[in-house]
């Protein structure tokens, strides 16, 4: 069973930075793309950013471009979201997501619990 459990959501003020994380456990974690989804009130979710197995290629929502890094770890087992120059618009509640097979950028099937990032105008 692939377990993924999110960390380091907070309240930040508009124009500071938070670091999430994403710890993988249950299957190679470095084998499979991971991403980052986040969803607002009243909103759909949306993938915010994803990176594939090496680590080598990435790919962001345009909102995102220029301030938020994803990157991950394998010896680890973790995946990070770094954002910067946060935005009102960016709260939201960020979740993490794995497909069920290699070498595929989704249909996503695992998903952490989620955690919350609150910017403050």
């Known amino acids: 069973q692939v377990q993924l459990v999110e960390s380091g959501g907070g309240l930040v003020q508009a124009g500071g930075s938070l670091r999430l994380s994403c710890a993988a456990s249950?299957?190679?974690?470095?084998?499979?793309?991971m991403g980052w989804f986040r969803q607002a009130p009243g909103k759909e979710r949306e993938l915010v950013a994803a990176?594939?197995?090496?680590?080598?290629?990435?790919r962001y929502a345009d909102s995102v471009k220029g301030r938020f890094t994803i990157s991950r770890d394998n010896a680890k087992n973790t995946m990070y979201l770094q954002m910067n120059s946060l935005k009102f618009e960016d709260t939201a509640v960020y979740y993490c997501a794995a497909p069920d097979r290699i070498g595929v950028w989704g249909p996503y099937k695992y998903w952490g619990q989620g955690t919350q990032v609150t910017v403050s105008s």
């Open positions: 990176i594939s197995w090496s680590g080598g290629s990435t």
């Open positions: 249950g299957r190679t974690f470095s084998s499979y793309t």
